[in-house]
């Protein structure tokens, strides 16, 4: 099974005192980035079976435009919210069949510890609107080698028509 963590886009800056984090939105260039992301990926022949998303408004957003890309639905999911990790994924995962492709759309720093914990240690770091993949080897228990890991100028100029 091929696993995707995609960090969400550019949002807004916390605007105290009236700072909401969960409604941030991405910003006007967090959109465009996303959906020349979704460009590249679809070029790179990404096909999720299944996207999870973060319930936060600026992981949503991103959900929303990467799913438009891959014509797969978005599920909305705690699990993926601030305090995702590796123990969260067997859930997640449980009912796809070996070969699926499964993206999760999240946040800092959990999609990099996740990411370490799968692949078995060492330092990751997931630039907003960066994407890692990882396959697993096995599901019990949970662990996946590292295939790649994007960071998003190289998607942009990958999406760039």
């Given at each position: 099974?091929k696993?995707?963590?995609?960090r ?46 973060s319930p ?5 957003q ?18 993926v919210?601030?305090?995702?990790n590796i ?16 993206m ?19 330092e ?5 609107g ?16 590292l ?15």
């Open positions: 099974m696993l995707y963590f995609f969400h886009g550019h949002a807004e800056d916390a605007q105290a005192p009236e700072f909401d984090d969960f409604a941030r939105r991405l910003t006007d260039k967090g959109i465009e980035r996303i959906q020349v992301a979704g460009k590249a990926l679809v070029r790179l022949g990404v096909k999720p079976a299944r996207l999870f998303s936060r408004v600026r992981a949503h991103t959900a929303d435009i990467l799913a438009e890309c891959f014509q797969t639905p978005v599920e909305v999911r705690e699990e919210n601030f305090g995702f123990q969260h994924i067997n859930p997640l995962i449980a009912a796809q069949a070996d070969e699926d492709e499964v999760f759309v999240g946040h800092e720093p959990d999609l990099s510890i996740a990411v370490s914990g799968l692949i078995g240690g060492g990751i770091l997931m630039k907003k960066g994407l890692a993949r990882v396959d697993l080897i096995s599901r019990t228990p949970l662990r996946g080698g295939i790649w890991s994007l960071a998003p100028r190289v998607l942009d100029v990958l999406g760039e028509s």
